[in-house]
């Protein structure tokens, strides 16, 4: 097993914290709203196949941004993405991106297709991906979990799981307790900037459409077998729908990365090798 490598990049407005482990074809992967560049257990079980390398995002752990008042935009995540691939690697690279993680996924895609061989979003929480009742309910979801948390704090989680059909069991180790307060930190984050910043936000479907007809198979939408029925899949379906391809069906559930990640990473290389 090959060395961690860890390292800083400095962006606008931003110092990035990465990891790099493994040989192979480049897979970056991004993680969702409450993680950083730890919260991937299956990056070393990808390591004997791929050149893996996980980051902070700005405003989680190691990741800072300069001025703590930002407003959270996706395209910035996405152009920090795209700043450190251009620093670490000359080659396209696949990417996953699992949660919020996959929204920033899909806007590297989207803008910048030409550094991309293929990526898989997995279950990206964008309500405007739906239509009707089940738009509404997404975006009710988002305002309950940043009302529940104003109101009565972390306890609005809990709630916020619930309806998204979470489950921490798996085969995925629990999170060290040196960890919890990085941990808590980028749940606050992701409540307080991430969820105002993506419940409005809609891809740019005409660059979309051209990063498609120049590379059809660009991008793959994912979803928990164990998410059927619940909002998070119904994102998935959404952005399948968009796509004009059929739902790739992952293990688990919203987390299924985290808590199944051998069965998740062997399925991620057996769709990564389709391309």
Known sequence: MDAVKEGTLKVPGAQLYYEVQGSGPV??????????????????LLSDRYTVITYDRRGHSRSLPENPD??????????????????????????????????????????????IRMMVAHEPPLPL???????????DSLIQLEEGY????LSAMADFGEKMGLKMTGEGPPRPPRNMERLMGNIQ???????????????????????LYDKPG??????????????????????????GTPVIDFPGNHLGSSVHPKKFSDKLHQVLSLF
């Open 27 to 44: 897979l970056l992967m991004v993680h969702g709203g409450n993680g950083d560049a730890q919260s991937f257990p299956m990056a070393t």
């Open 129 to 139: 991906l739906l239509s009707g009742e089940d738009r509404t309910a997404a975006m």
């Open 70 to 115: 930002e407003h959270y935009r996706v395209q910035t995540h996405g152009d920090d993405a795209q700043y450190l691939l251009e620093h670490l690697t000359e080659e396209p690279v696949y990417v996953f991106g699992a949660s919020t993680g996959a929204v920033v996924g899909l806007d590297l895609a989207i803008r910048y297709p030409e550094q």
């Open 218 to 243: 660009l991008i793959i939408a994912a979803g928990g077998e164990e998410s059927r029925g619940y909002i998070p899949y119904q994102y998935a379906q959404g952005l399948a729908g968009k796509l």
């Open 150 to 153: 104003n109101r009565n704090g």
């Open 189 to 211: 984050y992701f409540i307080k900037k991430e969820v105002p910043g993506i419940r409005n936000y809609s891809m740019d479907e005409g660059k979309l459409k051209v990063a």
